[in-house]
């Protein structure tokens, strides 16, 4: 950390000299954050023993606000999402990319998440130079005192009925932030975060601009994800979903009710779905099937080695999909109506035999020597 900040004006410069030399520079910090129906709460001043009394759901409806700063011009861009992943990372670039001052190149400085990884799938436009910062150091990135100044003033200790609603209360404490200037200088400036031999560039767009709703941009729900395997943890009313992408990194954690999950999965890409095995995973394996997606059923005795910690719904539906990845994992094969109806009249005829084995054999200690 230390090495970092001593030797930041001078590596900077040097990556720069090769193609950017001469131009102004931007300094950028950027970051994203969960906002969620059960979301953390903050702390807030009160009466010295006193208990506040605060409010908080339980639900597990989810967006993600993809956010950056510029304190030098005190502008920002920022996207929200319904994940977090690669696809939005380069929804993010390409917002920050038309804020940046004409002329001018951005050095985006964010933490070393994977999606932030350079190469691969992500596309860096021509203006942005991502810096990774060193590993644990959250506090070097301005974007985390946003985030607590948010949660503080308008994203706590509140009730979203949904994800539209989430995604509305996101765009205004976006908004309410970027019409105070000297607060993004304030909250967003580093001493350390300035660029040697280069000029820092102020013109630019001014920072009124970022009242405007287009510089939030809104994703809808129905933004196309690629999901390599879908787990599902059923259950009799609410219905636990976990996504994988190509790489394994979890991309969907969601919960659905009864009635919403056929319609879910008619409008998804062929993937695989997963599922520990019962009677209804049968019946919901149809389902899948029948929408052209491919289905396993995981017997429980296996995905149980599976489950981290506390025993949930989340943890079990991560335990599926993590089990579904061994590439030895055996499964059960779906069966059809007909097949269910003869396992259970042999399941039926099974038990009756038992109950009448148990009555025709004499109790234990009811005969008395007659002698």
Same mark, same amino acid.
């Given at each position: ?10 590596? #900077? ?25 059960? +979301? ?6 009160a009466?010295?023993?006193s ?21 030098a ?5 920022? =996207?929200?999402?319904?994940?977090v ?26 933490? !070393?998440?994977?999606?932030h ?15 990774? #910062?060193p590993?644990?150091?959250? $506090?070097?990135?301005?974007? $985390? ?13 509140? =009730? ?6 989430i ?35 102020? +013109? ?10 287009w ?19 059923t259950s009799? /009313?609410?219905?636990?979903?976990? !996504? ?6 979890p991309?969907?954690? /969601? ?22 095995a019962?009677?209804?995973? /049968? ?17 429980a ?15 079990d ?13 055996r ?9 269910q109806?003869?396992a ?7 038990? #009756?035999?038992k109950q ?8 234990? +200690?009811?005969?008395?020597n007659?002698?």
């Amino acid at each position: 950390r230390r090495v970092f900040l001593r030797n930041f004006p001078s590596s #900077l410069k040097d990556l720069l000299l090769t193609t950017w030399s001469g131009v102004p520079v931007e300094i950028w910090f950027q970051d994203e954050a969960r906002v969620g129906q059960k +979301g953390s709460l903050s702390y807030i001043w009160a009466k010295k023993g006193s208990c506040p009394v605060m409010v908080r759901d339980n639900r597990h409806d989810t967006a993600y606000l993809f956010g950056a700063i510029c304190p030098a011009r005190a502008v920002g861009a920022a =996207v929200i999402t319904p994940a977090v992943n690669t696809e939005c990372m380069n929804l993010h670039l390409a917002e920050i990319s038309t804020q940046v001052a004409p002329g001018a190149m951005a050095a985006v400085i964010c933490d !070393g998440a994977g999606w932030h990884k350079a190469g691969g799938a992500l596309r860096v436009p021509g203006n942005l130079l991502l810096i990774p #910062l060193p590993a644990y150091s959250p $506090e070097l990135n301005s974007m $985390e005192n946003v985030w607590e100044y948010l949660r503080a003033n308008r994203l706590s200790f509140r =009730v979203w009925e949904d994800y539209d609603a989430i995604v509305e209360a996101c765009a205004s404490a976006w908004n309410w932030f970027m019409g105070e200037p000297e607060r993004i200088r304030s909250i967003g400036a580093r001493d350390w975060a300035t660029v040697s031999g280069h000029t820092v560039c102020w +013109g630019g767009r001014p920072h009124g601009i970022a009242w405007h709703s287009w510089v939030v941009d809104r994703q809808p729900r129905t933004v196309p994800m690629k999901y390599k395997r879908i787990a599902i943890d059923t259950s009799k /009313h609410v219905f636990t979903l976990h !996504g994988v992408d190509e790489r394994d990194h979890p991309v969907l954690r /969601h919960d659905l009710r009864c009635g919403q999950v056929e319609a879910f999965f008619a409008k998804q890409e062929p993937t695989e779905v997963v599922q520990e095995a019962c009677g209804g995973s /049968h019946h919901w394996g149809r389902v899948s099937t029948r929408l052209g997606h491919r289905v396993r059923l995981i017997s429980a005795q296996y995905v149980k080695p599976f489950v981290k910690r506390a025993k949930n719904d989340r943890n079990d539906a991560e335990a599926i999909s993590e089990a579904a990845s061994r590439p030895t994992m055996r499964s059960v094969a779906v069966k059809s109506v007909e097949q269910q109806s003869a396992a259970i009249i042999l399941k039926h005829r099974e038990m #009756l035999v038992k109950q009448q084995t148990r009555r025709s054999m004499p109790c234990a +200690g009811t005969r008395r020597n007659s002698a």
